[in-house]
């Protein structure tokens, strides 16, 4: 599975939009692009996964560029709760469950 | 529906003993996958079971095993426990709707002395 790279913190006032980007330079025609999200002491938390288009659900939107080499994952409107380490993860569809979640990028909201 | 169940929540051993944690899927999942995470190596996976096989391995001494049983249940084992095994290790499992989106457990949390 291709690797991902992304910043290690990022902060975002309440209520705005976070914008958390990820570059997966070397990725695959057949990986998709896939995001999580740990709060504390839990376990990881599926949001949303995408191939070529753009997508979008009741958590967050993730945009994917043309060239597929980055994507951003959007939370439109912050909140406290939001605060979390986010992982973007690339897998092919057939690569079974063995995914590399690096160290993703720690989001801190703010009031 | 009932989420992933994970036993035991904490425990504690010593070095060179050996532990077993289990994990009971969602109802339905065939696939259950275990992960370790430690603050200095983040989240790493360790195996993945799909109907009884295993068919991932990660890159951890043969200390560490695993099985699943015929009702998707699975157990690892962590045998001739070390300090650096000291994690929480979660179970995830899959069979739901979207393709890829695994459900993890709450974890057990092992500490070695």
């Known amino acids: 599975d291709a690797k991902t790279t992304q910043p290690t913190s990022m902060d975002c006032a309440e209520g705005r939009a976070a914008n958390l980007p990820c570059n997966h330079s070397t990725i695959s025609g057949n990986e998709y692009v896939y995001w999580y999200r740990q709060i504390h002491s839990q376990g990881p938390q599926y949001i949303i996964h995408g191939l070529k288009n753009n997508e979008t659900n009741e958590m967050a939107s993730l945009i994917i560029t043309e060239d597929r080499k980055s994507s951003t994952l959007i939370l439109p409107h912050a909140t406290l709760r939001d605060t979390a380490v986010y992982y973007c993860?690339?897998?092919?569809?057939?690569?079974?469950?063995?995914?590399?979640f690096g160290k993703g990028t720690s989001l801190l909201v703010t009031p | 529906k009932a989420g992933v169940t994970q036993t035991p929540r904490y425990l504690i051993k010593t070095r060179g003993q050996q532990v077993t944690l289990s994990c009971s899927p969602i109802?339905?999942?065939?696939?259950v996958s275990w992960y370790q995470q430690t603050p200095g190596q983040g989240l790493q996976f360790l195996f993945e079971y799909f109907s009884e096989t295993q068919r991932n391995k990660g890159n951890f001494p043969g200390r560490f095993s695993g099985r699943q049983f015929s009702n998707s249940r699975s157990e690892m084992n962590v045998s001739t426990l070390e300090l650096g095994d000291s994690a929480l290790y979660l179970c995830a499992t899959s069979g739901g709707v979207v393709s890829g989106e695994l459900f993890f457990g709450e974890g057990s949390r092992l500490t070695v002395l």
């Open positions: 109802s339905g999942h065939r696939s």
């Open positions: 993860i690339v897998r092919s569809s057939d690569s079974g469950y063995a995914l590399n």
